[in-house]
């Protein structure tokens, strides 16, 4: 948390964009001066945001459902919401047997590594591989504990994590919380399907193009895999899915003019 901010340079009545990762009660004695736009990535829970929201002259975050749960905890109505962009790729060859499985992420509890190798687990009569891609230092005393059924490759370069995703087949991903889920529409950009936790915003960037299952919930998505891996004509399915999403997915220009109507808006 930042303890001290300085905006003194900054014209009074200037709009200023602050990223919520950097935000703090210091804003507070600003927020009389300056119109502060807050970019809200996750809400926080600390016990400054409410406040600091509450001041700023507008709010911005990345899904609908951060949308509504910030105005219901703090009774905001003025939350604009800016879903993140997506780079085009090209599309995944996929394989036959549909076994590549890719989880990307923060090797965390937040991203439900336990939950996916419990899951991974229950389909030991079946072939896969599966991959999670993500730094493994943020926890690294959970990440020793994620069993080999996920094997952990650490944090890849773009060139890396592309090439990764062109080898993919499904993404996994077993989160307990996610404000969006950029992964979700980085795999569907390439027609990678997903299977995922329903949590915060994820929904929203699926659309069709994958399966939803309860979070925390090994045996659910276990029963999704198990459908996943043993039934082509499911596969082929849901490869058509994910690939008439990706048709739909905006790029990083549709986030950059939703930031930009928020700013003008308090102007």
Excluded: I, N
Aim: glycine content about 8%; aromatic content about 4%; proline content about 6%.
């Amino acid at each position: 948390m930042v303890e001290h901010a300085s905006t003194a340079p900054v014209p009074d009545g200037a709009v200023v964009l602050v990223d919520g990762l950097c935000s703090s009660p210091a804003l507070l004695s600003e927020a009389s001066r300056l119109r502060v736009v807050v970019l809200v990535h996750m809400p926080r829970w600390e016990w400054w945001e409410g406040p600091v929201l509450q001041a700023a002259a507008g709010v911005v975050t990345t899904s609908r459902w951060s949308r509504d749960v910030l105005a219901s905890r703090y009774g905001l109505d003025r939350v604009a919401v800016a879903e993140p962009g997506v780079d085009p790729a090209p599309v995944a060859a996929g394989s036959p047997s549909g076994g590549a499985l890719l989880s990307v992420g923060a090797v965390t509890a937040s991203k439900g590594y336990d939950v996916l190798a419990a899951a991974l687990r229950l389909l030991d009569d079946l072939a896969w591989s599966c991959r999670g891609v993500g730094s493994t230092e943020v926890e690294p005393a959970f990440a020793a504990t994620v069993p080999p059924v996920v094997r952990l490759s650490g944090p890849m370069t773009r060139t890396e994590l592309d090439a990764t995703y062109a080898e993919a087949d499904l993404l996994v991903l077993a989160s307990r919380a996610e404000t969006y889920g950029m992964v979700v529409t980085e795999a569907l950009a390439r027609g990678v399907p997903v299977v995922a936790s329903d949590v915060g915003g994820v929904r929203e960037a699926l659309g069709d193009g994958g399966v939803l299952v309860p979070p925390g919930d090994a045996v659910a998505l276990s029963a999704a895999l198990r459908t996943w891996l043993t039934s082509p004509a499911y596969r082929d399915s849901l490869r058509r899915a994910a690939r008439r999403r990706r048709e739909t997915l905006t790029g990083w220009e549709h986030t950059a003019e939703r930031v930009s109507e928020a700013l003008e808006a308090v102007r």
